[in-house]
């Protein structure tokens, strides 16, 4: 097999999100799948650029959760990164 890693595209796809800040909670509306604001900071670098109006308080049986909404991103054009 071919062993040299291959170059990093020069262009950081922003709409590419971390995987592992995906969450899913229980909440009163049933299941949500949202991305952890505090993961997202930590681990995305344009967390900065995401539509404001995805940002949700989701209400769970262990408090209220602030994250981005997974469908509402995916609206706009967002998707996960694999791995």
Known sequence: GNLHPRPL???VDRKLLPGKCMRSYQTRQGNARMFGRKC???N????????RHCLY???THRGDRRGYDA???RR???RLARG
Do not use: A, D, H, W
């Open 76 to 78: 706009e054009g967002y």
């Open 57 to 59: 308080i989701f209400e």
């Open 44 to 51: 995305y670098r344009f967390v900065n650029n995401l539509p």
């Open 71 to 73: 469908r509402c991103l």
């Open 40 to 42: 997202l900071k930590n």
């Open 9 to 11: 595209p020069r262009r």
